[in-house]
C-alpha cells in the first residue's frame, strides 16, 4: 500500500476494506479512463475523489473484459496551469507509471514529478504522432506525511519592494545567461557567493528559517520526493468522507511556482493561515493538459 494514503486520509482505513471499496469504484468509479495498448490489452485509470481535487487512483490492464489492477495510490490534481516550452515524459521502469520533468526558468530549479493522468497523456502522443502538436500546460500538487508551520519573515515596506527589485534583476540575468551571456553568468555567480557568505555569518547567532526564506531542494533518491519551504496562500480544512479523517489542503507559492499541497491534520504541526510558511517533504505530482 502507498505510504502517502494518511495524507489522504486512509492512514488508518483497515486492509480488509480495501476489496470492498475497489469493488465498489470498478462498478461505480467517478472518473475513468482507458486507452487502448494494443488489441488484447487497455490501460485504465480509476480515481474515487475524496474532496475537489483529491482522490485514489486504481491503474492496470483489462485483459479479456477483467480487470488487472497493478497500482493503487493517492492523487491530489492541481488547480493552476502554467504553459511549459517543453515537457519530457518517461515511462518508470515498473508498471504503466510515467514521470514528467522540466526545467522552470524562473526558480532555476529542474522539476521531476509523478504523473497524475496518465492516460491523457498517451491520447496526446498518439496524436501528436499523427502531427498534432501542442505545447502542455501543467499544474503542480503534493501529498506530504508530515509537515511545520513557520511564521513569515518580518519585513518592512521598503524591504518588501528591494526584493521584488532584486527578483525581478535576477530573472533578467538568467535570461541572458541563458542566451549565453558571460557577464550575466558572472553576476549571478558573485551574487551566489555574496549570499553564501551573508548566510555563514549569520547563522552562527540566528535559526535558519530567519534567514532562509523559501527553498525547494530534492530530497533522498526517489527523483520525485522534494523537501520545501514555501509561502502560503491559501489553507482548505477538508474531510475524508470515506473514513472521516480531516485534511488541509495548501496552496503554496515558491518563487512564483503554485503548488497544491494535501496532509493530514494529525501529521501537520501548527495552523496554516495565508502568509505564513509551510515546511516539509512532498511527493511531487502533476498534471498535464494540451490545450
Not at 78 to 107: C, H, I, L, P, Q
Request: proline share 2%.
Amino acid at each position: 500500500m502507498n505510504q502517502y494514503m494518511q495524507a489522504v486520509g486512509f492512514g488508518q482505513f483497515p486492509r480488509e476494506k480495501w476489496n470492498r471499496l475497489f469493488e465498489e469504484v470498478r462498478k461505480n468509479p467517478d472518473v475513468c479512463n482507458t486507452y487502448e495498448k494494443n488489441k488484447e490489452e487497455d490501460f485504465f485509470e480509476m480515481t474515487k475523489n475524496i474532496d475537489k481535487g483529491i482522490g485514489i487512483t486504481w491503474s492496470g490492464i483489462i485483459r479479456n473484459g477483467e480487470m488487472d489492477c497493478q497500482a493503487c495510490y493517492p492523487v491530489v490534481f492541481g488547480e493552476n496551469f502554467s504553459v511549459k516550452e517543453s515537457v519530457n515524459v518517461e515511462e518508470r521502469v515498473v508498471g504503466d507509471a510515467y514521470t514528467g520533468a522540466f526545467d522552470d526558468f524562473r526558480s532555476g530549479v529542474f522539476i521531476i514529478f509523478f504523473l497524475s493522468n496518465a492516460v491523457e497523456y498517451l491520447e496526446y502522443r498518439e496524436m501528436s504522432e499523427l502531427g498534432q502538436n501542442k505545447r502542455p500546460s501543467v499544474a503542480l500538487a503534493g501529498l506530504a506525511r508530515k509537515g511545520t508551520i513557520l511564521l513569515p519573515l518580518a519585513r518592512t515596506e521598503q524591504g518588501a519592494r528591494r526584493k521584488v527589485q532584486e527578483e525581478k534583476q535576477r530573472l533578467r540575468l538568467l535570461a541572458e545567461a541563458r542566451q549565453g551571456n558571460e557577464k550575466a553568468m558572472e553576476s549571478l555567480a558573485f551574487k551566489e557567493m555574496d549570499t553564501y557568505t551573508k548566510v555563514s555569518r549569520r547563522i552562527r547567532t540566528e535559526d535558519i528559517f530567519t534567514i532562509v526564506e523559501s527553498s525547494f531542494m530534492p530530497y533522498g533518491v526517489e527523483c520525485d520526493l522534494y523537501s520545501v519551504v514555501a509561502d502560503i496562500l491559501a489553507a482548505e480544512h477538508v474531510q475524508n468522507k470515506l473514513t472521516g479523517e480531516f485534511l488541509w489542503k495548501l496552496k503554496i507559492d515558491y518563487n512564483g511556482i503554485l503548488i497544491d499541497v494535501c496532509i493530514n491534520e494529525k501529521n501537520l504541526l501548527g495552523e496554516p493561515k495565508a502568509g505564513r510558511r509551510f515546511k516539509g517533504t512532498i511527493w511531487l505530482q502533476g498534471t498535464l493538459k494540451y490545450d
